[in-house]
């Protein structure tokens, strides 16, 4: 290091801020300076007003580094001075309009100086600095207040980002002391929180009102505060730094704590409510969000004193459900997201989080009550959400860029989730109310706007299997087996006549209209077999109008693929048509890969209806061009389109001989001796058998949807079956781990049910989460790892710290689930998974980063090239 100098430091800032090619070096040699004791002694050199702006910047910040990082190097008798020295020059420089960068600065400096002498030499060190702030006359009164309130500010913020405590050891004594001066900085602060005084000082103590927030000053402590807070929000435009202050404030504390203080400024929230909606009538947009910003945060935070209220004598529940009518209300803003609003979107989690609370074990005793209080309140909530979900007029969803679009993707999709969890409050009034909606479009056709109608449609394909699952079937076991081949029709076989003759009466000459028809026809496909008869309605509409368009294709293949698996009895008298359209397609050359590789499982499905001699023709014209292709690539010279020709070619020969079973037209009419399945299966190796385990676990996924007192009763061997679908987790066949996936899912979301569950859970639990990490983690191919996520979901909604415990205690092992992820990879893995309660979607997304991870792929163009044919699998 050379030779220090005021010139040389000067020398090495400007190289640092304008000399690209030896910033390196400056940055370095500056770091050496800051560390040395001469520091000290330069430092206040560099605060000349004549040096630089950026030497001067340099030389507050290596003060800061020197009081927070080396106050050990201060002798005892040099203590005083350097804090007068340093009030001197804040002084100095706030009558310099450039300097106030600078002395921003050394506020925090002086912030640090208190930290360090306030328990033991300058035990009265916040009432000093405040006298002699408000003592200099000589200094404007407005840029005085600032001042002293940034070093106010700067005792909590400083203490916890410079890790005060941990550096000096004494931590705890200096909160204490710290925390002792709060009522001089609230009588210093509550009348600057008023709009009569100067903007600049009102924002200043807003900022220090929320850093002394978020230090643990009690709530009660506040209220003043926070009344000329509520005061200034009523009054004024500028609301997002107070409604922050009134956010840190009702979020920073335990509610139970403080019930009537909560009660009391939900009151405050309610009277904001009319201005609310004339602000929002004059588009008045950002004060509208920061308000609503405000009532939604507090809600969240408070939830469990909303339950309680809630229960509570009629005053607290009609309070309780005047906010949440206030809720209701910001969701059902007019206009387009977001385009014309972006509001409506940030009252969601607030939805899901209600509904989590009345099914907590504390809430059962209650559950009659909320039920009643809430479910009209969830009907208009699927009412407005319906609305919101519809796409804006054609012209207006034109003009959105792509990034827009995607908002919007992403919107829809929460809508679905957040109305899924409905279902937890509504029951069986979710079906019906979706029924409705169907026939009262139906019955207004023509004069319907597509909007409506495909808002309708989409909704029911994110939400149709938790809409029609059987909440309180009473079936006896003796009865199932007739029930299941002569039952009358249930709500999901009125829906489903519904819908499809709704989707009969459309013109779906639009795009968007149609891959809606389309999503819903493929999410009813296990519904088909009670109607078989509707077939003959979908299946044109997916072979001659879903295939027949570039943006629909991917969604009539995933459909008709779903059907096919799912209704093999009942495709034969298609098969031709199936068939014929399929290899039309294919021979076209027009369709990506992957749908043609769906496609090719199809006429798998298909093919395995028809006896062999049939299966043989069909072969006979679907396989040439593909050998042919097959050949023609073998023959040439080794290269990237190439390789990827041989795999596309030979992908689809995979989903052809995966979907086809030879043997299934011979054994249609066979039948068997019952026997004792889950005996056998346990003691069976699942590898040879899969297709068995599957085809048994998809039953009891059914018999859990429609007939769970099955599963339910003391005689059934739920355990053992629960165990067994763990053991499935990480068979390599793909619809094995889905079948027994949904299993696990389904009887997890219905804890309340199956009460051997809160027994079995925690001792089965560590052998789940194994399972679960190590299919994420590479030991299952890829794309099993995306049905694991509902699993993943259904325990941290039904056992979070069960969920929570287990996770951590797996992957804090080292080498855990694979060497390759590290464990600042596992750490925000836990995190990001534990967070998630509501979106499956974006629970899958965290899932799949860190399934790539472990299999070392993050990143490349295989990842990126195979994610999309993994998820539409």
């Known amino acids: 290091m050379e030779e220090i100098s005021v010139e040389a430091i000067s020398q090495a800032v400007n190289q640092f801020y304008h000399c690209p090619a030896v910033r390196d070096k400056a940055h370095s040699w500056l770091e050496s300076f800051q560390a040395s004791r001469e520091a000290w002694q330069f430092c206040w050199l560099l605060l000349s007003p004549d040096k630089p702006l950026e030497v001067q910047f340099y030389g507050a910040a290596t003060l800061h580094n020197k009081v927070f990082k080396y106050w050990h190097e201060i002798a005892p008798e040099d203590v005083e001075k350097v804090h007068n020295r340093l009030m001197n020059t804040i002084l100095q420089y706030s009558s310099n309009p450039n300097g106030r960068l600078i002395a921003t600065k050394l506020c925090l400096v002086l912030s640090g100086v208190i930290l360090h002498t306030i328990t033991e030499k300058w035990p009265d060190a916040v009432s000093q600095v405040i006298a002699a702030f408000q003592s200099c006359e000589t200094i404007a009164a407005e840029e005085r207040c600032r001042l002293l309130l940034e070093v106010l500010t700067g005792l909590t913020d400083e203490f916890k980002h410079a890790n005060y405590g941990v550096r000096s050891g004494q931590g705890s004594a200096t909160y204490l002391k710290v925390m002792q001066q709060f009522d001089h900085i609230r ?479 011979e054994d249609k009419t066979a039948s068997h001796d019952s026997q004792p399945t889950v005996i056998i299966l346990c003691c069976t190796d699942t590898h040879g058998k899969t297709d068995l385990l599957e085809s048994y676990m998809n039953l009891c996924v059914q018999m859990s949807k429609k007939s769970s007192d099955v599963l339910a009763d003391k005689d059934f061997p739920f355990d053992d079956v629960f165990e067994m679908a763990v053991r499935g987790i990480l068979l390599p066949e793909y619809l094995t781990v889905k079948a027994c996936c949904s299993f696990l899912t389904d009887v997890i979301t219905k804890k309340a049910k199956y009460t051997r569950l809160d027994v079995l859970v925690p001792n089965i639990a560590t052998f789940l989460y194994d399972s679960l990490l190590k299919c994420v983690g590479g030991y299952s191919p890829r794309g099993n790892e995306l049905h694991v996520t509902t699993v993943f979901l259904a325990m941290n909604l039904s056992y979070l710290p069960i969920a929570t415990q287990t996770m951590q205690l797996l992957l804090n092992q080292e080498n855990y689930p694979v060497p390759q992820v590290t464990a600042d990879d596992k750490l925000r893995f836990i995190k990001d998974v534990i967070k998630e309660r509501s979106s499956k979607r974006r629970l899958q997304e965290i899932i799949t980063t860190f399934s790539m991870i472990c299999r070392g792929i993050a990143g490349t163009a295989y990842a990126q090239q195979t994610a999309l044919s993994m998820q539409f699998r």
């Open 187 to 665: 009588q210093l602060i509550t009348p600057l929180i008023s709009l009569e005084v100067p903007e600049i000082v009102q924002i200043a103590a807003l900022k220090c009102m929320i850093s002394w927030n978020g230090f643990g000053v009690k709530l009660d402590q506040l209220e003043e505060l926070l009344e000329k807070t509520f005061h200034c929000l009523l009054n004024t435009y500028e609301s997002e730094l107070l409604v922050d202050a009134l956010v840190m404030a009702f979020t920073s504390h335990e509610p139970s704590q403080y019930p009537r203080t909560i009660k009391k400024y939900f009151m405050e929230v309610l009277k904001l409510f009319p201005r609310w909606q004339k602000e929002f009538e004059e588009e008045n947009m950002d004060w509208c969000k920061d308000i609503s910003r405000l009532v939604i945060g507090m809600a969240e935070e408070n939830i469990s004193l909303i339950a309680k209220l809630f229960v509570g004598d009629e005053a607290d529940q009609q309070l309780c459900l005047n906010v949440v009518g206030m809720i209701l209300h910001f969701t059902n803003v007019k206009g387009n997201f977001p385009v014309d609003e972006t509001l409506s979107e940030i009252s969601f989690g607030f939805w899901y989080i209600l509904q989590e609370i009345t099914q907590t074990a504390s809430a059962q005793e209650h559950a009659a009550h909320y039920l009643k209080l809430l479910t009209p309140v969830y009907i208009n909530l699927v009412h407005v959400l319906l609305r919101k979900a519809q796409y804006p007029d054609d012209s207006v969803y034109k003009s959105m860029n792509g990034d827009e679009k995607e908002i919007f993707r992403c919107y829809r999709q929460d809508i679905a989730d957040t109305i899924m969890y409905a279902h937890c409050i509504l029951f069986d009034n979710l079906a019906l109310l979706l029924k409705s909606c169907v026939m009262d479009v139906t019955c207004r056709l023509p004069d319907v706007r597509w909007q409506e109608v495909e808002s309708i449609l989409y909704i029911l394909s994110n939400v149709i299997d938790v809409s029609l699952s059987e909440d309180e079937e009473e079936w006896e076991i003796n009865e199932y087996t007739d029930r299941l081949t002569k039952t009358p029709d249930t709500k999901e076989d009125i829906m489903l006549v519904e819908v499809i003759n709704l989707i009969s009466k459309l013109n779906l000459d639009h795009e968007i209209l149609l891959i809606s028809v389309l999503q819903v026809i493929g999410a009813f496909s296990e519904k088909y077999e009670q109607k078989p008869e509707l077939l003959s309605v979908v299946f044109p509409i997916i072979l001659l109008k879903g295939l027949n368009s570039a943006e629909t294709v991917l969604f009539a293949t995933s459909a008709l693929k779903d059907i096919c698996k799912d209704n093999n009895k009942l495709i034969e008298p298609y098969s031709d048509d199936i068939i014929s359209v399929c290899h039309q397609k294919i021979s076209s050359n027009t369709l990506s890969s992957r749908d043609a590789a769906r496609l090719f499982s199809c006429v798998g499905h298909v093919l395995s209806t028809l006896p062999q001699d049939r299966i043989h023709q069909w072969l006979e014209k679907l396989l040439p061009p593909i050998t042919y292709s097959l050949h023609q690539a073998a023959s040439l010279s080794p290269s990237g389109p190439v390789k990827l020709q041989l795999m596309d070619k030979i992908q689809m020969l995979t989903f052809l001989f995966d979907s086809l079973d030879v043997c299934k037209y």
